[in-house]
């Protein structure tokens, strides 16, 4: 199971050891990692931190998703 709290893309790039992430849920929320494993790993706990900093700004914080989803996208190669 993957315990995060709101929906979750991650995109792959042209780049194989390079993959991005955000949330639809969470405005502000990006991040990058070395797989899709890894950016799992760091978008939990970033919406963690990111949350913390929404609060301690006193910006509204999204209400939780309650069926978040992963969606993992594959990049777009361009024909040269």
Known sequence: MIDIKYSLI???T???SFFS???PDLEGFTGVGSSVEDCLYKAKWGMEEHITLLKSR?????TRSPN???TI????FSAV
């Open 10 to 12: 991650v995109e792959a």
């Open 21 to 23: 992430f955000y949330s």
């Open 68 to 70: 978040p989803t992963v």
């Open 14 to 16: 042209e780049d194989p």
């Open 73 to 76: 996208k594959n990049t777009t």
């Open 58 to 62: 006193k910006i509204p914080v999204p």
